[in-house]
């Protein structure tokens, strides 16, 4: 079976802390991808990355990063310096390869930033 | 990068009528569309898959006769909601999928139904 596990529901944390959003993953597959999205206050959601299972090597895009470890079926994403604009719920996904390009969601994190 | 739309961005019915939200990727065709239901402070819930020129295929526990998918060209993606009750009140994201460049989904910006 596949499936995501988001365990932290809600984050709350003051401007320019670095903060980690957690993400766990389960799947059979040996191909499979990764994503996180972001979701504002508005609703659309913003494409933030995409890693398949083949590359572990982490990224750094700006003030954020991604760390995927599948020793541990990890895909963590860290914000540094967090700003108020981080502010929206995260969320991870699992594209399975085979799987008619479904994406299955976790339950997201909402993350609050205070200035 | 890829554009999807939706129609409308806010729908208000009353009980019992049905509303139709359009799903258009405005720069590339798809072949394959995708509608998610979302509750509030809830994940996205895939309902159905929606092929162009053939039956969507539902998810388990979606009533495909409540739900009605219609994806009559390569742009543009249809889902009624027929005799909607408060219950059907969500927030409906649509995504289609472009074949070039990985098999990725570009999500609408969502439509927000609410029935009274």
């Known amino acids: 079976a596949q499936k995501v596990t988001q365990a932290q529901t809600e984050i709350s944390v003051v401007e320019k802390e670095d903060v980690t959003l957690d993400c766990v993953y389960e799947t059979r597959d040996t191909t499979y991808y990764l994503f996180w999205y972001k979701q504002p206050p508005s609703g659309e959601l913003v494409f933030l990355i995409r890693r398949n299972s083949f590359d572990e090597q982490n990224e750094i895009s700006g003030r954020y990063s991604w760390n995927f470890q599948k020793s541990t079926s990890s895909f963590n994403f860290t914000i540094t310096a967090s700003q108020v604009v981080d502010s929206a719920v995260y969320f991870c996904?699992?594209?399975?390869?085979?799987?008619?390009?479904?994406?299955?969601f976790g339950a997201g994190t909402r993350l609050a930033v205070h200035p | 990068g890829a554009v999807v739309s939706q129609h409308p961005s806010r729908v208000i019915c009353k009980s019992g009528t049905s509303v139709k939200i359009e799903c258009r990727s405005l720069d590339f065709q798809a072949t394959t569309m995708f509608w998610y239901r979302q509750f509030p402070k809830q994940s996205l819930m895939l309902m159905a898959t929606s092929n162009e020129g053939s039956k969507a295929t539902y998810e388990q526990g979606v009533e495909k006769d409540k739900f009605l998918i219609n994806h009559a060209s390569l742009t543009l993606s249809t889902l009624t909601v027929t005799s909607a009750h408060p219950e059907d009140s969500s927030f409906y994201i649509c995504s289609a999928l472009r074949l070039a460049g990985g098999h990725e989904q570009y999500f609408g910006p969502g439509t927000r139904l609410t029935v009274t």
């Open positions: 996904a699992l594209r399975i390869s085979g799987g008619y390009n479904k994406l299955i």
